[in-house]
């Protein structure tokens, strides 16, 4: 890996970008965005037991969903929702890009979601994503299209976070604790690596980017480091022609020097 380093003062220098799970141009996005930003270490928000479950069942998962697309009339083969599945079954775009970026620059990336949710969802695709039933009964449901969609999130992200916190929803999870422990111990790992090597860039949905006054998302846990916030939109600020730089929610701000423990 890189040679550690760590920002002026003592503080991690962290830059949270928030995207939107499945979006069919994230990979690129991604990729624009880090060759850009050049971190030394870059998290994700994925578990090591979904990076390594999904590697081992890719091939099954895929050949399951080909059978039950078959099943399908043809017109319903590229509804919207089978779209959705079929990236929801696909390696995530962000720990995609996240190891494209560390082979090309020889450093490191971090999956640091924790592993319960994973371990009891993953197992179920076969039994009940993929399963033919379950493929026709979502084509049965209003089409649309997969960008649009993908488009409209990410504006409702950029509204939503640039809300003051009284004004918000609660976090990704409500107020449930399984939820709040994720949030903390995502935060916790993210700050362990960005306090030896800096600036770190975490990929993950945009929900956690959220401030909502209390300790309930990444966001207000690593709130004392005055992270980043960054969207992965396509919006072109000007850098140059046909490169995609995100929308900015949070400018970057002085550091008056770090005091107390780390998050978590």
Same mark, same amino acid.
């Given at each position: 890996? &890189?040679?550690?380093?760590?920002?002026?003062?003592?503080?991690?220098?962290?830059?949270?970008?928030?995207?939107?799970?499945?979006?069919?141009?994230?990979?690129?996005?991604?990729?624009?965005?880090?060759?850009?930003?050049?971190?030394?270490?870059?998290?994700?928000?994925?578990?090591?037991?979904?990076?390594?479950?999904?590697?081992?069942?890719?091939?099954?998962?895929?050949?399951?969903?080909?059978?039950? =697309?078959?099943?399908?009339?043809?017109?319903?083969?590229?509804?919207? @929702?089978?779209?959705?599945?079929?990236?929801?079954?696909?390696?995530?775009?962000?720990?995609?890009?996240?190891?494209?970026?560390?082979?090309?620059? #020889?450093?490191?990336?971090?999956?640091?979601?924790?592993?319960?949710?994973?371990?009891?969802?993953?197992?179920?695709?076969?039994?009940?994503?993929?399963?033919?039933?379950?493929?026709?009964?979502?084509?049965?449901?209003?089409?649309?299209?997969?960008?649009?969609?993908?488009?409209?999130?990410?504006?409702?992200? @950029? #509204?939503?976070? #640039?809300?003051?916190?009284?004004?918000?929803?609660?976090?990704? &999870?409500?107020?449930?604790?399984?939820?709040? =422990? #994720?949030?903390?111990?995502?935060?916790?790992?993210?700050?362990?690596?960005?306090?030896?090597?800096?600036?770190?860039?975490?990929?993950?949905?945009?929900?956690?980017?959220?401030?909502?006054?209390?300790?309930?998302?990444?966001?207000?846990?690593? @709130?004392?480091?005055?992270?980043?916030? =960054?969207?992965?939109?396509?919006?072109?600020? /000007?850098? /140059?022609?046909?490169?995609?730089?995100?929308?900015?929610?949070?400018?970057?701000?002085?550091?008056?020097?770090?005091?107390?423990?780390?998050?978590?």
């Amino acid at each position: 890996m &890189g040679r550690p380093e760590t920002a002026p003062n003592g503080r991690p220098e962290i830059i949270l970008v928030g995207v939107v799970h499945r979006d069919p141009q994230g990979f690129d996005k991604a990729m624009d965005l880090l060759a850009e930003l050049r971190p030394l270490v870059v998290s994700v928000e994925i578990s090591p037991f979904s990076w390594h479950w999904r590697r081992r069942w890719q091939a099954r998962w895929q050949a399951q969903f080909q059978a039950g =697309l078959a099943t399908l009339p043809p017109a319903r083969r590229r509804h919207v @929702a089978v779209q959705q599945v079929a990236a929801q079954i696909a390696l995530p775009f962000e720990a995609r890009a996240a190891v494209e970026y560390a082979r090309r620059c #020889r450093l490191t990336w971090q999956a640091v979601d924790i592993n319960a949710l994973a371990r009891e969802h993953l197992p179920r695709y076969r039994s009940e994503l993929l399963q033919p039933e379950n493929l026709r009964h979502l084509t049965a449901t209003p089409d649309g299209d997969l960008p649009t969609l993908v488009r409209r999130e990410y504006e409702r992200a @950029a #509204r939503l976070l #640039r809300l003051p916190a009284a004004l918000l929803p609660l976090g990704p &999870g409500g107020t449930a604790p399984q939820q709040t =422990l #994720r949030e903390k111990v995502m935060a916790a790992r993210i700050t362990r690596l960005a306090r030896r090597w800096s600036p770190l860039v975490h990929l993950g949905g945009w929900e956690h980017l959220v401030y909502t006054g209390e300790f309930l998302t990444l966001a207000d846990f690593l @709130a004392r480091w005055q992270p980043q916030r =960054l969207l992965l939109t396509s919006r072109c600020q /000007g850098l /140059g022609v046909g490169r995609r730089i995100p929308e900015m929610i949070d400018p970057p701000t002085p550091w008056p020097g770090a005091a107390g423990s780390a998050a978590g």
